[in-house]
C-alpha cells in the first residue's frame, strides 16, 4: 500500500514539473515575440548631411538604416567627384546608435579629420570628409 501511494507521489511530482517547465517555455516565448516586436517597429532617428557646395548648402535627410555615400548612381547621398569611390562610405544604424564606414575606397574616409579604419559611432556635430567634400552631421533624437 505504501509503495502505491509513493507511485502516486512521483507521477503528481513529476506532472508538476512539467506543468512548472511548460509555463517557463510559455512566458519565454511570450517576452521574445513581445521584445521582436518592439524591435521590429523601433523608429530609426533621422539623420541630416549638410555640406556646402560652393555659394548653396546641400542638405539631405535620411530615416532608414542604411545611407549609401559615394559616386555611383544607387547610391543614396551622391558627390559627383572624380576622387570618390562608387560606393565609398556608409552610415549605418545598429545598437541604438549611427555608425560610418568606409568601404575600402581609394582616397579613404575621415572622420573629423582622422581616417577612418574601422567603423566608429557618429554623434551630432561630427565632420565627414569624402573626397573634397567636408558633410557635417546631424542626428535627431528618437
Not at 503528481?12 to 524591435?39: H, I, K, N
Not at 559616386?71 to 543614396?76: A, K, P, S
Not at 560606393?87 to 577612418?116: C, K, M, P
Request: contains cysteine; charged residues 25%.
Amino acid at each position: 500500500m505504501l509503495a502505491v501511494v509513493i507511485l502516486i507521489l512521483r507521477y503528481a511530482l513529476m506532472l508538476c514539473l512539467f506543468m512548472f517547465l511548460g509555463w517557463v517555455v510559455l512566458t519565454l516565448w511570450r517576452e521574445l515575440r513581445f521584445q521582436s516586436q518592439v524591435v521590429s517597429t523601433r523608429k530609426v532617428p533621422a539623420i541630416t548631411l549638410l555640406r556646402e557646395s560652393g555659394d548653396e548648402s546641400v542638405s539631405q535627410v535620411f530615416s532608414k538604416h542604411e545611407v549609401l555615400i559615394g559616386r555611383g548612381e544607387d547610391c543614396d547621398y551622391i558627390i559627383d567627384e572624380e576622387v570618390v569611390s562608387s560606393h565609398h562610405a556608409r552610415l549605418i544604424f545598429r545598437s541604438s546608435q549611427w555608425w560610418v564606414e568606409d568601404l575600402r575606397s581609394t582616397n579613404g574616409t575621415y572622420l573629423n579629420d582622422e581616417r577612418l579604419d574601422t567603423a566608429t559611432v557618429v554623434i551630432k556635430g561630427d565632420e565627414l570628409r569624402v573626397g573634397h567634400q567636408i558633410i557635417s552631421v546631424d542626428l535627431q533624437s528618437e
